[in-house]
């Protein structure tokens, strides 16, 4: 199993920048695929990046391509979103996500392991 931690939310101004970190327990980081999601008040949990074991794959939602950008460190057991040119509509709890095999990875229940969350607020 692994363990994730969050980190890096916090209010941001529109047209501002955050990055998020989601730290991992263990010595096998390198074998789960990862992903971020998001859950604003009153909607459902969105996909919005994922990236493949090695990171030569990625994937966004189509309301993130051009402003977000997935990625990981291997060697640090740690998995990166930076979050550019942020929008009011950013503003959610942002959740990292892992697991070792994934058939689609826009698809919350294909992960397994979750971390506890972190707030992004964008202010308007």
């Known amino acids: 199993q692994v363990q994730l931690v969050e980190s890096g939310g916090g209010l941001v101004q529109a047209g501002g920048s955050l990055r998020l970190s989601c730290a991992a327990s263990g010595r096998t980081f390198s074998t789960y695929f990862m992903g971020w999601f998001r859950q604003a008040p009153g909607k459902e949990r969105e996909f919005v990046a994922g990236?493949?074991?090695?990171?030569?794959?990625?994937y966004y939602a189509d309301s993130v391509k051009g402003r977000f950008t997935i990625s990981r460190d291997n060697a640090k057991n740690t998995m990166y979103l930076q979050m550019n040119s942020l929008k009011p509509q950013d503003t959610a709890v942002y959740y990292c996500a892992a697991d070792q095999w994934i058939a689609d990875p826009r698809v919350s229940h294909e992960y397994d392991y979750w971390g506890q969350g972190s707030q992004v607020t964008v202010s308007s």
């Open positions: 990236i493949s074991q090695s990171g030569l794959s990625k």
